[in-house]
């Protein structure tokens, strides 16, 4: 069993930046692939990035790329997601998720899920 808490969600103006934290409570975090998903109101739950067990690989939905970066420290257990120049279409409870593979596809998502942490996006 896996226990993930996100941190870091607040409300930002358009442009602006914001970093989201997740610490997983596992002591074999370095072999779990970590995602960040996102769900706005109204719609269904989607990928933003991923990053497998040692960081050597990242992956970004196409509305994130080069805006967002996903980086681990496993030392800590944490992963994050660095959010750049944000748009009010980011908008969304963003979760993290933990699996012991790559689950980009909403047809298999990820084992572990977060709470969720809130990212609201103003004009």
């Known amino acids: 069993q896996v226990q993930l808490v996100e941190s870091g969600g607040g409300v930002v103006q358009a442009g602006g930046s914001l970093r989201l934290s997740c610490t997983a409570s596992?002591?074999?975090?370095?072999?779990?692939?970590m995602h960040w998903f996102r769900q706005a109101p109204g719609k269904e739950r989607e990928f933003v990035a991923a990053?497998?067990?040692?960081?050597?690989?990242?992956f970004y939905a196409d509305s994130v790329k080069g805006r967002f970066t996903i980086s681990r420290d496993s030392a800590k257990n944490t992963v994050y997601l660095q959010m750049n120049n944000l748009e009010p279409e980011d908008t969304a409870v963003y979760y993290c998720?933990?699996?012991?593979?790559?689950?980009?596809?909403?047809?298999?998502?990820?084992?572990?899920w977060g709470q969720g942490t809130q990212v609201t996006v103003s004009v």
């Open positions: 596992t002591r074999t975090f370095s072999i779990y692939v």
């Open positions: 990053i497998t067990w040692r960081g050597g690989n990242t």
């Open positions: 998720a933990a699996d012991r593979l790559l689950a980009t596809d909403t047809a298999r998502l990820p084992t572990y």
